[in-house]
């Protein structure tokens, strides 16, 4: 039986369909999905995950009608806004990892703000991937190598990686039904445990992160060695 997990990713899929499916625009689903997931900070707050990292909008997310991309832009500032007095008191350190050179001012301002506020927190580490996408991350990492003249390694470019700050996601959570990433966490997913669900994002609860906690306990990690190994029954 594994440990709870250190560190969760998830793909936060389906807001546009649950809209649909109750003849809403798309935007209130996105609403509603800002709602799940400040519940499942706090889920993951009472269990003890160290790390939790979600995906809010991709690199291919611009590609969006323009009024949906503006509207996400909006709903970020004004989730941050009304949701960092409870970050703080609840000692969540907030991250934005992605490219932030097509944000409005505001939009960086907010980030930055929000980030600087919550920065001597920690009990929870809280990354929100926005305009981020996996290619993008390993890119800029070999490009912030290669300006300072530095080899490209696996270790160097693990520590130029978005993401250094954390261990890599232990389990990568979808919810929406597809499987794939997306152009999720190519590099840091290497060895996550994976879990789709069915459920759209707004509904996925408290209960259903257990079940994907508990299907992440039960699993067998091996990192490439045999089940002997694992098991301590072979040695050497
Ligand atoms: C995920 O929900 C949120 C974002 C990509 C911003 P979607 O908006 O992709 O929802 P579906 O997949 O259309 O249902
Ligand atoms: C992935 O969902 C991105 C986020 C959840 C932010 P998408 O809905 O954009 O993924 P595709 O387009 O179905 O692959
Ligand atoms: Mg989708």
Redesign the pocket.
């Known amino acids: 039986m594994n440990q709870v997990p250190r560190h969760i990713a998830i793909?936060?899929?389906?807001?546009?369909?649950?809209?649909?499916k109750r003849y809403l625009p798309?935007i209130a689903?996105?609403k509603q999905?800002v709602d799940a997931l400040s519940r499942c900070v706090k889920s993951c707050l009472e269990r003890g995950i160290g790390v939790l990292t979600v995906?809010?909008?991709?690199s291919e997310?611009w590609n969006?009608p323009s009024d949906?991309v503006s509207g996400?832009m909006d709903l970020l500032v004004v989730a941050l806004t009304r949701q960092l007095p409870s970050l703080n008191a609840n000692g969540v350190q907030l991250h934005f990892i992605g490219d932030r050179q097509r944000f409005s001012d505001k939009v960086n301002s907010a980030l930055v703000q929000s980030e600087l506020s919550t920065a001597g927190n920690t009990r929870l580490i809280f990354n929100i991937c926005f305009n981020y996408g996996g290619r993008w991350d390993i890119a800029q990492a070999a490009q912030k190598l290669a300006s300072r003249g530095e080899a490209i390694t696996e270790l160097s470019l693990d520590r130029a990686m978005a993401l250094a700050h954390v261990p890599d996601p232990d389990l990568l959570i979808r919810t929406?039904g597809?499987l794939r990433l997306s152009n999720f966490l190519l590099w840091q997913a290497a060895y996550s445990e994976l879990y789709f669900s069915d459920k759209?994002?707004p509904e996925f609860d408290e209960a259903a992160l257990d079940n994907a906690i508990a299907a992440f306990r039960a699993r067998e990690r091996r990192f490439g060695q045999t089940p002997e190994q694992v098991s301590g029954l072979h040695r050497n």
């Open positions: 793909v936060m899929d389906g807001n546009g369909r649950w809209a649909k798309r689903g996105h999905g995906f809010a909008f991709s997310n969006r949906e996400l929406g597809e759209l994002w």
